[in-house]
């Protein structure tokens, strides 16, 4: 039984260009959760989703981020027009139930902009 | 505001020794997590607590609920260098639709 599948695991982007970042969620799951996380610092909440809507993104940055998960196909992290200080590990997590808890999460996609 | 504080945020120790990592809030969880993180990697859940005064045992780790279901400890007995990681707990809000926040972690490093 296959865990969270996050690719690539690694994105160099220089500034402007777009990153986008995969997530395919356990088998069963259909709740998605993306985290950033900065070097030496713990996970920041960025949005909640389910199939086909996006539930909770009170920590999604206003602009140039964007997050979705279609109703067949991974959860996709874009964001667009990236700057030095996107660099960071974005993690996918995934659950079960309606509610938000037990979450699973995947190997991360650290992305770096030159 | 930090809704889950957890103490200490850094910790180092020779192996062998024992310690303890808390999770606070003045908050109400219908459940908590516990999980560990490796350097490069992802969060890896160790247990899941939802009764209040619940223990677990995990090998050399012991988890417990407070009573009010608003703390949890993590209780590592003869630390190994293998322990070495960031713990980070989590809780699902009773008061927030049950929405799950993490505390900010605590980073462990065992010493051989």
């Known amino acids: 039984n296959a865990g969270v599948m996050q690719n690539p695991r690694h994105l160099v982007r220089r500034r402007g260009q777009e990153a986008r970042l995969r997530c395919s969620p356990m088998?069963?799951?259909?709740?998605v959760y993306w985290y950033r996380q900065l070097p030496e610092e713990g996970l920041k909440f960025m949005v909640y989703?389910?199939?086909?809507?996006?539930?909770?993104e009170s920590g999604m940055p206003k602009e140039r981020f964007s997050a979705e998960f279609p109703k067949e196909g991974p959860s996709i992290l874009r964001i667009q027009q990236v700057v030095r200080g996107d660099s960071a590990a974005y993690f996918c997590?995934?659950?079960?139930?309606?509610?938000?808890?037990?979450?699973?999460f995947g190997p991360g996609t650290r992305l770096t902009v030159l | 505001t930090q809704l889950l504080e957890q103490s200490p945020q850094f910790l180092s120790i020779q192996e062998g020794e024992n310690l303890t990592v808390y999770c606070n809030s003045s908050?109400?969880?219908?459940?908590l997590q516990w999980y560990r993180q490796e350097p490069g990697e992802g969060p890896v859940l160790l247990v899941t607590?939802?009764?209040?005064?619940e223990v677990k045992k995990l090998k050399r780790l012991t988890f417990q609920f407070g009573d009010a279901r608003k703390d949890s400890s993590l209780h590592i007995t003869a630390a190994q260098p293998g322990d070495t990681g960031l713990y980070l707990c989590?809780?699902?809000?009773?008061?927030?639709?049950?929405?799950?926040?993490f505390g900010a972690g605590t980073r462990l490093f065992v010493k051989a």
């Open positions: 088998k069963g799951h259909s709740h």
């Open positions: 997590a995934s659950s079960f139930g309606s509610s938000y808890n037990e979450q699973f």
């Open positions: 989703l389910q199939k086909e809507n996006i539930i909770d």
């Open positions: 989590a809780g699902a809000l009773v008061a927030g639709g049950f929405k799950t926040i």
């Open positions: 908050s109400v969880f219908s459940s």
């Open positions: 607590v939802v009764t209040g005064g």
